[in-house]
């Protein structure tokens, strides 16, 4: 089990995406950071600009980059020996005409 010893929060949203924080890795290593704690990565109500407004848990938010972008940033993660903190609120789902879970209701 990995335990954290100095975390970075990291809040994505359309203009900070997966391939925006694979740029500020070699940043954080040199801060000492040992895991990156980011904010939600799940699809997200058009134009969120903090994720908690889950629309579907199912599909990473293609605000922040395609899945391919996500495998690539996790890769370079383990490269700088760093860990993956993510910040899933289930009750944050969108009260939204997007969320088809609801609709379905």
């Known amino acids: 089990m ?3 010893v ?26 000492g950071i040992s895991d990156v704690y980011a904010s939600p ?3 997200a109500r058009k134009g969120s600009l903090h994720g ?13 980059g395609d899945p391919s972008d996500f495998e690539d940033l996790a890769r370079e993660i383990k490269m700088w020996d ?4 993510q910040d899933i609120v289930p009750n944050h789902m969108a009260f939204s005409a997007e969320n088809e879970m609801l609709c379905d209701v």
Request: aromatic share 14%.
């Open 82 to 85: 760093m860990g993956w903190l």
């Open 2 to 4: 990995r335990i954290p």
């Open 41 to 43: 990565i799940f699809k």
């Open 52 to 64: 908690y407004d889950v629309v579907n848990p199912g599909e990473l938010n293609p605000d922040l």
């Open 6 to 31: 100095a975390t970075y929060r990291i809040q994505l949203h359309k203009g900070f995406g997966f391939r925006a924080v694979k740029e500020i890795l070699p940043y954080l290593s040199d801060l």
